[in-house]
């Protein structure tokens, strides 16, 4: 598909313009209330930046920053055409210095600071003074403690400029750097095209990545690889839409959606107030209910292919919701939900095991077992709810990690691990609440938390009770028999100090009323991070590490008389 937007007649240039896409003739007027993008088909048009901000930000509010900085011909550099003239040519055609807009604005009433390439120059590429002028926004965004907006499209590095050039790459990065070790937000949203030194260094280097659907974006141009490299290249390759199901950005947003994507996250990310909601479920259980029914009745139960899921809880849970996506390594792994959510006027970090209820939907997840870029995406969430002191809510609901090749190939235990030692050093409270299945290392990767609540009828346990009887046993026929003696129900747990809280359910499971249990969720939830919301980082980090390291020792470890127990 031809992705040009190329002249029309100079007739009709005023009137219509030319789809680069579907081949449409589209009037003018029409495309401008439509955001320019195509009524036919949705192919997004390259705007200018001046366009872009206004479609952005609220009205008057843009201040931009003085453009003084003038390109120079450091190298005398000549091709076709010498450097000087090419630069005055790109000044009279946009009526800029070069290829950066900056300045400051707000997006409903939110404060940032935004700095554009603008294509239109030079191709947007990247010279000494659109590096410099990346850092002075990112410079001005400190010293205001806003956040930085920064919206790319170009070609890569100014090679008329040369070395000099190549170094605005670690300038604009080592400037995000900065940003984010001052845990100020920085959103990309890239657009058509993004390659090379932009897109190798400030362009994909934020807390979130978003993108226009249709944009090319990439490190070497799908020419440069077919001249290189000689290879044919998939359809879709390089897309905004390649990169999220490879999990190298977090969204792919329609440009009428772009303003309201840009309100929430600024919100999500902010600052936010420590209120917590009122709520009006059960309250959690403290003390172990009497078993309505067997062990393997409950295991039973919790994988029930009705049972809520953690996208279901979330829609209950909280009051907002901004799902994050990809591992920034190698793919967006379903299985595992990740987002920035709002519980009253405290912001939190989601975390969550996902499942389905169809076969479709559960294929599409994996059956709830994540691949190593789940489990890494949820790092890379942790990782931000520390930077922006947002608390962490995990919900664990999977029989294991997956065990395939390809997972052990991308290093599924070392994934874990890593989620397991992030989660043990995070300086935020962290409440986990195992909803479903918690299946071995796969679930304690999410579940390395101040305060750990678990589903009335829900399991947890370092094995399944299948695999544990084949081990033991030879057979998986003696399952419920394994069951029992792994000690995996709730009121297992509690008696044994795993878990510290139990959330009642309905007398048949939480499938058969999903919103009143998401309702104790929420108040088993809203009971348990308010206390935790008033200590310090490194009292949660000592009282998380106090937590794991009484299991198994002689002095600390409850001592369970499983004979006297009346619910087996």
Not at 106 to 116: F, P, S
Not at 334 to 363: E, F, P, S, Y
């Amino acid at each position: 598909m031809s992705r040009q937007q190329g002249p029309v007649r100079a007739d009709q240039e005023v009137q219509w313009r030319r789809c680069g896409a579907c081949g449409a003739f589209v009037y003018v007027k029409r495309l401008d209330r439509n955001r320019k993008v195509c009524p036919e088909c949705r192919f997004h048009f390259r705007i200018p930046p001046h366009t872009r901000i206004e479609q952005l930000a609220d009205a008057d509010s843009f201040r931009s920053f003085p453009d003084d900085h003038r390109p120079r011909d450091l190298l005398k550099f000549t091709d076709s055409k010498p450097y000087p003239d090419r630069l005055r040519d790109a000044q009279a055609r946009t009526g800029r210095q070069d290829a950066l807009v900056a300045g400051e604005m707000t997006i409903e009433g939110r404060r940032l600071v935004v700095a554009a390439v603008d294509f239109g120059f030079m191709g947007g590429s990247m010279g000494a003074v659109v590096g410099e002028g990346i850092a002075a926004a990112a410079r001005h965004a400190l010293s205001r403690r806003l956040p930085l907006l920064l919206i790319a499209a170009s070609g890569g590095a100014r090679m008329q400029e040369g070395a000099l050039s190549l170094m605005q790459m670690a300038k604009t990065a080592q400037w995000v750097a900065r940003l984010r070790e001052a845990r100020l937000p920085v959103i990309n949203l890239n657009t058509d095209p993004t390659f090379g030194g932009v897109s190798a260094s400030f362009a994909m280097l934020g807390d979130v990545i978003l993108a226009e659907p249709g944009s090319l974006i990439g490190f070497a141009g799908p020419q440069v690889i077919r001249n290189t490299i000689r290879q044919e290249l998939p359809a879709g390759f390089q897309s905004a839409e390649f990169l999220l199901e490879h999990g190298m950005i977090d969204a792919v947003v329609p440009r009428e959606n772009q303003r309201e994507h840009l309100a929430r996250l600024l919100t999500l990310l902010g600052p936010s107030v420590p209120e917590l909601p009122e709520v009006s479920g059960a309250e959690p259980l403290t003390e172990p209910p009497a078993a309505v029914r067997g062990t393997r009745d409950t295991v039973a139960l919790a994988r029930n292919i009705g049972r809520p899921t953690t996208e279901e809880y979330i829609g209950h849970v909280f009051d907002d919701f901004v799902s994050l996506h990809g591992d920034r390594v190698f793919g967006d792994d379903q299985a595992l939900t990740a987002g920035i959510a709002r519980l009253g006027g405290r912001n939190v970090v989601v975390l969550g095991h996902q499942k389905g209820h169809d076969t479709q939907a559960l294929v599409r997840s994996n059956f709830g077992m994540p691949n190593p870029e789940g489990y890494r995406k949820a790092l890379r969430l942790m990782r931000l709810a520390d930077r922006f002191g947002l608390p962490v809510v995990a919900f664990i609901d999977t029989p294991g990690a997956f065990p395939g090749i390809g997972a052990e190939e991308r290093g599924q235990s070392l994934a874990i691990a890593e989620c397991i030692l992030e989660l043990s050093r995070l300086r935020v409270p962290v409440v986990s609440v195992v909803t479903g299945e918690g299946g071995s290392g796969g679930a304690l990767a999410l579940g390395v938390a101040n305060s750990v609540l678990m589903l009335e009828n829900a399991y947890y346990s370092v094995i399944s009770p299948e695999g544990c009887s084949t081990i033991l046993f030879g057979t998986a026929d003696r399952a419920a028999e394994a069951a029992d003696a792994l000690r995996l129900t709730a009121g297992d747990l509690l008696r044994l100090g795993v878990v510290d809280a139990i959330v009642p359910e309905p007398p048949d499971g939480a499938h058969t009323a999903p919103y009143p249990t998401a309702l104790n969720v929420k108040t088993a939830l809203v009971r348990t991070l308010g206390p935790l919301l008033d200590l310090p980082g490194d009292r949660l980090v000592e009282l998380r590490r106090e937590r794991f390291d009484r299991f198994g020792h002689p002095e600390r470890q409850p001592i369970v008389d499983w004979e006297k127990r009346d619910d087996h």
